[in-house]
């Protein structure tokens, strides 16, 4: 199983990026796919997660209504489209699946999830 994360980039506040998570080894249709990021100096958090089959998606509230959550099954890719983004959404992002659900609480994510993409840099500043 791997996960291959891309995407990343520098972005002016207000801008726009889209990190993709493609999957091999599995089917994205049949896994719970999050979206995880870490600031520098701060712990790992749940930014969004997308449900298997039914395709619920569910975000922290810091990104709510800004970042957009996808699943392409043709591609066995998901994407997390993120909009107006802040400086304060610096961080290394990861996506991760296998041994997690989805949560409607801030946490976004339950359990530990099995596999991790390598992470990709999103930086916004001016």
């Known amino acids: 199983v791997q996960l291959q994360a891309s995407g990343g980039g520098l972005v002016q506040p207000g801008g726009s990026l889209r990190l993709s998570c493609a999957a091999s080894?599995?089917?994205?249709?049949?896994?719970?796919i999050a979206w995880f990021r870490q600031a520098p100096g701060k712990e790992r958090e749940g930014v969004s997660c997308?449900?298997?089959?039914?395709?619920?998606?569910y975000y922290a509230d810091s990104v709510k209504g800004r970042f957009t959550i996808s699943r392409d099954s043709l591609l066995n890719t998901v994407y997390l489209q993120m909009n107006s983004l802040k400086p304060e959404d610096t961080a290394v992002y990861y996506c991760?699946?296998?041994?997690?659900?989805?949560?409607?609480?801030?946490?976004?994510?339950?359990?530990?999830?099995?596999?991790w993409g390598r992470g990709t840099l999103v930086t916004v500043s001016s």
């Open positions: 080894e599995f089917s994205v249709d049949y896994y719970h």
């Open positions: 991760a699946s296998h041994r997690i659900a989805c949560s409607t609480g801030n946490t976004v994510v339950y359990g530990t999830p099995r596999y």
């Open positions: 997308i449900s298997s089959q039914g395709a619920s998606t």
